[in-house]
């Protein structure tokens, strides 16, 4: 069974960055789409980013798009979300998540089908 830990997370003054990562071990993690999801206080889980087993496609929500990227580490692993100039809307559990698929041309934000998850990793945006 796949095993996920995210790491990196903390308090953070706006416009900052930090870099979340995400360790897997019990199974490789190559043959397998990761996503980043997050829980703000008293809402939903939404999905923040994610990226194909190659790495060929990522995808991102709309407010991340332009600010967080996402990224793995081949054999390692490991994947990474790069966050910059963070806001205080961005505060919440950050959670890696993992399906296997190893022939996807694309990932979507959605957690359906999301079978290995992580225990999460706060963030914090304040000043």
């Known amino acids: 069974q796949l095993q996920l830990m995210e790491s990196g997370g903390g308090l953070v003054q706006p416009g900052g960055s930090l870099r979340l990562a995400c360790a897997a071990s019990g199974l490789s993690f190559d043959d397998y789409t990761i996503g980043w999801f997050r829980q703000a206080p008293g809402k939903e889980r939404e999905g923040v980013s994610c990226?194909?087993?190659?790495?060929?496609?990522?995808n991102y929500a709309a407010s991340a798009r332009g600010r967080f990227t996402v990224s793995r580490q081949k054999g390692a692993n490991m994947a990474f979300l790069q966050m910059n100039n963070l806001k205080p809307e961005d505060t919440g559990v950050y959670y890696c998540a993992a399906k296997f698929d190893d022939s996807a041309t694309y990932c979507s934000l959605a957690s359906a089908g999301m079978h290995d998850w992580g225990q999460g990793t706060l963030v914090t945006v304040s000043s």
């Open positions: 990226i194909t087993f190659n790495g060929a496609h990522s």
